[in-house]
């Protein structure tokens, strides 16, 4: 199975601050990567497929790249309904996995 | 809009079987797979495996095999997902999302997840 690790396991930023969160898989997956929000006690909801592709209605300060085996995240300016566990997934083969995700709050 | 309604909690013992339901609505349920994922707590997102919502084709994880029943009704548009012999590592939430793209592997709608508790 494809490994998928992440870091930070959580930060804390200010309102307004850029904010990256790095994915990376343990075998090249192309850019078969999606990266998801999830808030406290909601199911999650897509931002990025395809490592860089927008979610239709997902705001533009969330942005993602990479190939290969290295992804990021990033958000250009954290607003408050920011905070939210991000966790990114691979699907280049199956079983599908999972980041352990990355806790993101208000400093 | 896109929605997905799932079954409400439940409690089961070890040994047990369970079935869990998601009702999709808001698009044509033949044209997408469901796909079943779960979390436990304080865990990472656990791939369980897909349905095809037009052929009824599955696909499940290795680490089911054997126990993973999905199943769908199209004139309801509902995908079921059947887990048998729990046992207590099954406690979790599980999800059904929609699945778009390659693969299907774009969860790109989740239904509101349901607590699954396994203990005597």
């Known amino acids: 199975d494809i490994q998928m690790t992440q870091s930070p396991s959580s930060l804390s930023a200010s309102v307004g601050d850029r904010v990256t969160i790095t994915c990376q898989a343990s075998?090249?997956?192309?850019?078969?990567l999606n990266w998801y929000q999830q808030k406290p006690g909601k199911a999650p909801n897509l931002l990025i497929y395809?490592?860089?592709d927008l979610e239709t209605g997902v705001p533009y300060r969330f942005s993602g790249r990479g190939s290969g085996t290295d992804f990021t995240l990033t958000i250009s300016s954290l607003q408050p309904e920011d905070i939210a566990t991000y966790f990114c997934q691979q699907y280049d083969s199956l079983p599908f996995t999972f980041g352990p995700g990355t806790k993101v709050d208000i400093k | 809009q896109v929605q997905l309604v799932q079954s409400g909690a439940e409690v089961k013992k070890p040994g047990a079987s369970l079935k869990l339901s998601c009702m999709a609505s808001?698009?044509?349920?033949?044209?997408?797979?469901v796909q079943w994922v779960r979390q436990a707590p304080g865990q990472r997102l656990e791939w369980m495996g897909w349905?095809?919502?037009?052929?009824?084709?599955?696909k499940n994880s290795q680490m089911f095999q054997g126990r993973l029943t999905m199943t769908r009704d199209t004139s309801a548009s509902t995908a079921y997902m059947e887990l048998s012999s729990l046992r207590s590592e099954d406690t979790a939430i599980y999800y059904c999302?929609?699945?778009?793209?390659?693969?299907?592997?774009?969860?790109?709608?989740w239904g509101q997840g349901t607590l699954v508790t396994v203990s005597s």
């Open positions: 075998q090249d997956i192309s850019n078969y």
């Open positions: 349905i095809n919502g037009g052929t009824g084709d599955t």
């Open positions: 808001g698009y044509p349920f033949t044209s997408y797979a």
């Open positions: 395809d490592a860089s």
């Open positions: 999302a929609r699945g778009r793209g390659v693969s299907s592997a774009l969860f790109d709608s």
